[in-house]
């Protein structure tokens, strides 16, 4: 399931991040790409240990840990200290799955079971740069407004056609989650997302909400690695 989380930052966040980042000092993507990524690979992504990456990542994930479908949907356990890319002058990624296991800079390891991307630049800003996600319904381009997020399975086969014109900024990065089966975490954010529709119509004291909210937290409690 593909999962677009709308403004997780405000416009004009998104605005003074993209400024910020058009300045920066990009690097060739293929620095940091597996040996099957490289063959694939062509863009431009800022240090680890860059410092306006390190700040603009830190911020964004404060913005997640207090954004309530983020933490439904994706149920996070970990997360990977966001990164960021530029495409331009054909810049793109071929079809590729990431890596199963990353690891954290403090030697850390995180399966991912989940992958972001924040767009930062507006739809208009470019020519291409779809992200293309292929899922057991066919594939499905993905291009949202600066501020939006995507979340899709890391499980999936995906690639980010070539920008033809203009530049595509946007923060990437992974999730591990507490429930590892997709289908799992998909019911669960189905059923917290009906929960939250009806405790809004009936009050968080209503019997059935209350009873829905014990089978929500105990299918949790069964499931979740913690
Ligand atoms: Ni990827």
């Given at each position: ?40 690979k ?19 994930l ?40 990353m690891?954290l ?64 900024i ?11 089966d ?26 059935e909400v ?17």
């Amino acid at each position: 399931m593909l999962i677009p989380i709308d403004q997780v930052l405000d416009k004009a966040s998104a605005i003074a991040w993209r400024r910020q980042l058009e300045t920066a000092p990009w690097q060739d993507g293929k620095l940091t790409a597996g040996t099957q990524a490289v063959q694939v690979k062509a863009n431009q992504q800022l240090a680890a240990d860059n410092g306006l990456a390190i700040t603009l990542g830190n911020t964004l994930l404060r913005t997640l840990g207090a954004n309530p479908l983020f933490l439904s949907a994706a149920l996070p356990k970990k997360i990977f200290p966001p990164k960021f890319n530029r495409y331009q002058h054909g810049g793109h990624y071929g079809l590729h799955v990431d890596n199963a296991i990353m690891h954290l800079p403090d030697k850390q390891m995180l399966r991912t079971d989940l992958s972001a991307t924040l767009f930062l630049s507006e739809p208009d800003d470019y020519e291409g740069g779809e992200l293309v996600i292929e899922s057991q319904y066919g594939a499905q381009e993905v291009k949202l407004e600066a501020g939006d997020l995507l979340l899709y399975p890391s499980t999936s086969l995906h690639e980010v056609k070539p920008v033809t014109a203009g530049a595509r900024i946007c923060a990437f990065f992974w999730v591990e989650s507490l429930v590892r089966d997709s289908q799992q975490r998909e019911m669960l954010f189905d059923l917290d997302q009906s929960i939250q529709a009806l405790t809004l119509e009936r009050g968080s004291s209503d019997h059935e909400v209350r009873r829905l909210s014990g089978v929500y937290h105990n299918l949790v409690r069964s499931w979740a690695e913690a």
